[in-house]
């Protein structure tokens, strides 16, 4: 059964302070600056943005999950942001966002990334779940959290 955590490595989870949409992506992004699973990093963060140049990927809720499958990721990601100050996302629901859930997952995986945006979703959708994560202090409570999702 797939979990939230299933693809997040401790190092891949913060609490960051960014000042707009951009700042935050480019602050999660950097989680995957050496991680073996990426192929070239440069491109992953530009198909991270032209992606959302696409259709943003405000959920709605306070919550942005940009995505990418593609052939420049060998085995699926995961890394969540915590903004301690919403940003606003350009969210269906005009909400800011203070929970990025950022995924990148290989060429071949539909039905795993659909299930695991899925379960983020759904996860995410819940206000006791949201709030257990968006009141954390430090990154050790987040990964707790996280495991129990």
């Given amino acids: ?46 198909d991270i943005f032209n992606r959302e140049d696409l259709l943003p990927t405000g959920i709605g809720l306070g919550i942005g999950v940009p995505h990418v499958k593609n052939s420049n990721v060998r085995e699926p990601v995961a890394a969540l942001s915590i903004l301690k100050n919403p940003v606003d996302y350009g969210s269906m629901d005009g909400k800011n966002v203070n929970i990025i859930f950022l995924v990148g997952m290989p060429q071949g995986s539909e039905k795993l990334y659909l ?9 995410l959708s819940s206000e006791i779940n949201r709030n257990k994560l968006t009141l954390c202090n430090n990154t050790e409570e987040l990964i707790k959290i996280l495991q129990t999702l």
């Fill in 115 to 123: 299930q695991y945006l899925s379960k983020i979703s759904i996860k």
């Fill in 1 to 46: 059964m797939i979990k939230i955590s299933s693809y997040l490595s401790p190092k891949r989870v913060q609490i960051i302070e960014a000042a707009n949409k951009n700042s935050a992506l480019l602050r999660t992004l950097e989680l995957f600056k050496d991680c073996s699973e990426i192929i070239n990093y440069e491109k992953f963060c530009v």
